[in-house]
């Protein structure tokens, strides 16, 4: 059974400073695909980014940048140099390749980003 | 515009009625979903369709009734509503059936039972 695990509820940083969101995920599948998702104030779902179990490769976006470790099975997400607009709810969540079509989410970890 | 699009945004009702919840995707996609997000804001898949088929029915009551009139619609029907089933109801769309495909989602929709 898949599984999805961010131990941090909630977490709050002052504006500039950098931020790390932990993801830890279970699954018995080789072939799997993990997301992250952000819900600001304003309710809305937004997909953000996508990883597949072969690459391994971290990524950079602007300053959001993903950490992939199948090792520690974890998938952590930083945010350098905070900004209010970031403040929102962080979704991790993954799908396996054998239960195509279904995503478990965890249970999301609130970032406020104070001024 | 392309999204997903709910309708109502906000639904206020009696313990005891029966409503209902539409979606639309005009993304062209053949995946939809319906998502129940609760106070604490766990967000937790409740149906999926692909191509007007259900593919994914978890564990919820037999009160809701997903209906798929075709594969850009998804609309949830709720019966004899409970004050457990206040939380906002997300509707997703997603290209494929696919474990890779990442999801759409529509704007929600709050479900306030009194």
């Known amino acids: 059974a898949q599984k999805v695990t961010q131990a941090q509820t909630e977490i709050s940083v002052v504006e500039k400073e950098d931020v790390t969101l932990d993801c830890v995920y279970e699954t018995r599948d080789t072939t799997y695909y993990l997301f992250w998702y952000k819900q600001p104030p304003s309710g809305e779902l937004v997909f953000l980014i996508r990883r597949n179990s072969f690459d391994e490769q971290n990524e950079i976006s602007g300053r959001y940048s993903w950490n992939f470790q199948k090792s520690t099975s974890s998938f952590n997400f930083t945010i350098t140099a905070s900004q209010v607009v970031d403040s929102a709810v962080y979704f991790c969540?993954?799908?396996?390749?054998?239960?195509?079509?279904?995503?478990?989410f965890g249970d999301g970890t609130t970032l406020t980003v104070k001024p | 515009d392309t999204a997903v699009s709910q309708t109502p945004k906000y639904l206020v009702t009696q313990m005891g009625n029966d409503k209902s919840i539409k979606c639309e995707q005009n993304?062209?996609?053949?995946?939809m979903y319906w998502y129940k997000q609760d106070s604490k804001k766990f967000l937790k898949i409740m149906f999926s369709?692909?191509?007007?088929?259900?593919?994914i029915n978890e564990t919820v009551p037999n009160r809701f009734s997903p209906k798929s009139p075709d594969k850009a619609h998804l609309n949830l029907h709720i019966n004899s509503l409970e004050l457990g089933d206040s939380a906002v109801y997300f509707c997703a769309s997603s290209p494929l059936k696919r474990s890779y495909n990442e999801q759409f989602f529509g704007p929600g929709t709050r479900l306030t039972v009194l």
């Open positions: 993304l062209g996609h053949d995946t």
């Open positions: 369709y692909n191509n007007k088929e259900l593919i």
């Open positions: 969540a993954l799908s396996e390749n054998t239960n195509a079509g279904k995503s478990t």
